[in-house]
């Protein structure tokens, strides 16, 4: 990674290095020629050695995002591989939409940087056509050099800064075809992945400045405790702790090093006015949510008459239950702050670099400019770092102490203290006539909403379909052709935070989806691939659900393609299962799995009480700039869903039962099946993501694969030896 002080000092050499930036006003993208000093954009800069850096406007959390941009530049621009450097944008005034979420990194980057290269290329071509005393057609481009056809003649892009940085950037310069594309498409290796791999790469939890002093911070055992009283006469005998500070959080113990902190941190004895929500537990949620599933709620989809008789048909029911879900990062959540002269310094691995900058600053009373955030790498976000919790408690603390200070999470801090993925019922309803057509399809969730930014406003809630469709991901948009259909959400609230979560609120949803799919299959004594597969033809190619598009013919074409890699249908060992599953995420990503799973011979303690053998996937995400990058995506959602499939969080006594990755257990190298990727080639003009795609289908492919093999039906998350047995 090249830094941001090389970067500045490519943006003070105007006049011998070519520097473009990238402005967005809504869906309208502009290339312009960067002033002469650096502010943070999405930018491009080649200097006289034909170095080309790019500074990357999204954040690095291993889903490979650097790598893949830098490629979408690279190949528009023709630009030497080799010779790109990156460097990590900040915060500014023309850098003010850093988020990372969503799986949307690529696609929402795919436009403005195609533009940026393809002006960057056609001034750079132009500057060479000028040079020759022929015109620009004449010429082409290849591999960081403008090459004249007729003549051979050639220049490699540094000996052409100084010219083409004095030309006007085009406003329509031509963008590449897909077939002259020459590295999107291609199979890369992580242009970060050495550094990462010999540890010196640096996350944010690796930031040390000098002065810097280290903090961890006692917090309220149950959601809105108050602190009674503090007795800090143990910490403060431990050598290296400085001071016992009060925050909006809790109470910080602030060390000359992490060790300190931490022995200080565990002599500390705090007395807390624990509240209404001490009497909080899982036990009773339950209760509460099975006493949803006799509430209305909203509508959120309704085709045909999905109540109405249906004589001689054949009723299918069942109720699935999800449960809570921390993120478990291997990176804690972690921030240095250093508030001094008027201004705030802060380094932090977050997805919301904006945010933090725009809260920090609101919270010390100073204009967004003085504070400077710098991004750091991020060792696993998966949702929990778009909130910006842990960055507040560092700037509140290094103010309050006059000092710069890491305030660093503990494991349980993590594990206890995020928000989570809500528990979730969903109370499920079939109609097949006799010959085992379908007639209807009701899925009613209760769950909780999203809560960090406080209830839905009388404003979220002036179109309740619209607003409770969000939260029913993979529920509103089922993509089969049900005849009739009805989705509802009934609304249950909680105490602790509830906040994005990886693919966010689909899993629930697509677990209870397509396990039930396969129950409808065998009430229809029907084939569950081919069942799918008769819910996808003959009906409509594509069909709305609320604002989104499902094509049915791509979700098609990743069935009939895991079908066939998966080896569906042809004989297996004695005790074996094959399931197959499938979604559209968001309307875009459109994704099949095929599991094939057994039970072990022997259980040993922590380990899924059931071997997955091998996991087929099938996946179509538009335009493919990187296929090692995909594949490494799909890998890390089967991992993901399958650790999800171990463990829960847990409530007893308004307090989190869980604090480390021994009671939320992650799957272990040994448990991890074979992963086959195979992806559809699109010819669309738009790449869609992968982050989080990957992960709602897993569950039910594994479920439903338990099933063949051993006649039972699982229902219920986490997977527990005994609904086996």
């Known amino acids: ?100 979420g969503g799986s949307w990194s690529i696609g929402g980057s795919w436009r403005p940087l195609r533009e940026a290269g393809a002006a960057a290329r056609a001034m750079l071509i132009a500057a060479a056509a000028a040079k020759w005393g022929v015109d620009a057609s004449a010429c082409t481009s290849d591999t ?23 030309l006007t950037v085009p406003t329509n310069a031509r963008a590449k075809t897909a077939a002259e594309r020459r590295i999107v498409g291609t199979r890369r290796a992580r242009i970060d992945a050495p550094h990462i791999v010999d540890g010196s790469a640096k996350y944010g939890i690796d930031t040390r400045i000098p002065g810097m002093l280290v903090a961890t911070i006692v917090r309220p055992p149950v959601p809105g405790a108050t602190i009674a009283a503090i007795d800090s006469t143990a910490t403060r005998r431990v050598r290296g702790v400085g001071a016992v500070q009060r925050l909006s959080s809790g109470v910080a113990v602030v060390a000359t090093n992490t060790w300190a902190a931490l022995k200080g941190r565990a002599a500390l004895t705090v007395q807390w006015n624990e509240g209404e929500n001490r009497g909080f537990n899982s036990a009773d949620h339950w209760k509460t949510l099975q006493a949803g599933l006799g509430e209305a709620g909203v509508i959120t989809r309704s085709v045909g008459s999905p109540r109405s008789a249906t004589p001689n048909a054949k009723i299918v029911e069942a109720r699935y239950d999800y449960p809570f879900a921390a993120h478990a990062p291997v990176e804690p959540m972690n921030c240095v702050a250093h508030v001094h002269d008027g201004r705030c310094e802060v380094w932090v691995p977050t997805q919301a670099p904006n945010k933090v900058q725009r809260d920090v600053a609101r919270l010390l009373g100073m204009q967004p400019e003085a504070v400077h955030v710098t991004p750091t790498l991020i060792g696993g976000g998966f949702g929990r770092r778009l909130a910006v919790d842990y960055a507040l408690e560092a700037a509140e603390l290094s103010r309050a102490i006059a000092a710069p200070v890491q305030v660093l999470w503990t494991r349980e801090d993590d594990m ?104 409808l299959a065998q009430a229809a004594a029907a084939d569950p691939l081919e069942f799918r597969l008769s819910l996808l033809r003959d009906a409509e190619e594509t069909v709305k659900a609320g604002g989104l598009t499902i094509d049915r013919a791509r979700l098609r074409r990743v069935l009939e393609l895991v079908r066939e890699r998966s080896g569906w249908g042809t004989p297996l060992p004695a005790g074996r299962g094959r399931g197959v599953a499938c979604n559209v995420y968001d309307g875009e990503t459109h994704l099949a799995y095929v599991a094939e799973v057994s039970l072990p011979n022997q259980r040993r303690n922590g380990y899924l009480p059931f071997t997955v053998h091998r996991v087929t996937c099938a996946v179509d995400c538009g335009v493919v700039i990187n296929p090692l990058g995909i594949e490494q995506q799909v890998e890390s959602g ?19 039962e869980q604090g480390t990755y021994r009671d939320f257990p992650v799957v272990r190298m040994s448990e991890a099946p074979v992963i086959e990727t195979h992806i559809v080639p699109s010819h669309g003009e738009q790449p869609f993501g992968m ?27 986490p997977v527990l030896a005994t609904d086996l047995a």
């Open 1 to 100: 990674m090249t830094s941001r002080r090389d970067f500045v000092r490519y943006g003070a050499l105007s006049g011998s290095a070519l520097i473009l930036g990238i402005r967005r006003t809504g869906d309208a993208v502009t290339v312009y020629k960067a002033p002469a000093r650096f502010a943070p954009n999405a930018w491009i800069a080649i200097d006289e050695t034909g170095r080309t850096v790019l500074a990357i406007g999204k954040q690095e959390m291993g889903q490979g995002v650097r790598t893949s941009l830098a490629m979408i530049l690279a190949d528009e621009l023709d630009a030497d591989w080799s010779a790109i450097e990156l460097v990590q944008a900040s915060p500014g005034p023309l850098f003010t939409r850093l988020n990372t």
């Open 144 to 166: 960081g050099a403008v090459v004249h056809n007729a003549s051979g003649r050639r220049l490699r892009y540094g000996e052409l800064v100084p010219a083409a940085a004095r």
């Open 416 to 519: 206890r203290h995020g928000h989570f993925q809500n528990a979730s019922l969903h109370q499920m309803f079939g109609a097949i006539d006799q010959s085992g057509r379908p007639l209807a399809w009701r899925h009613k969730k209760v769950a909780s909403l999203h809560n960090l930014s406080g209830p839905p406003t009388a404003d979220d809630l002036k179109d309740p379909v619209a607003y409770f469709q969000d939260s029913m991901w993979g529920a509103y948009d089922i993509p089969y052709a049900f005849p009739a259909i009805e989705t509802s959400y009934v609304r249950v609230d909680v105490p602790y935070r509830i906040g994005p979560w990886r693919a966010v609120y689909s899993p629930p949803s697509t677990f209870a989806r397509e396990c039930f799919v396969d129950e």
């Open 638 to 656: 089967v991992i993901w869903a399958l650790s999800n499939m171990k463990g829960e969080i847990t409530f007893k006594d308004g307090r989190v």
């Open 691 to 717: 982050g989080e795609p990957s992960v709602p289908p897993l569950i039910p492919a594994v479920l439903n694969a338990l099933y063949a093999a051993t006649g039972r039906r699982i229902r219920r998350l």
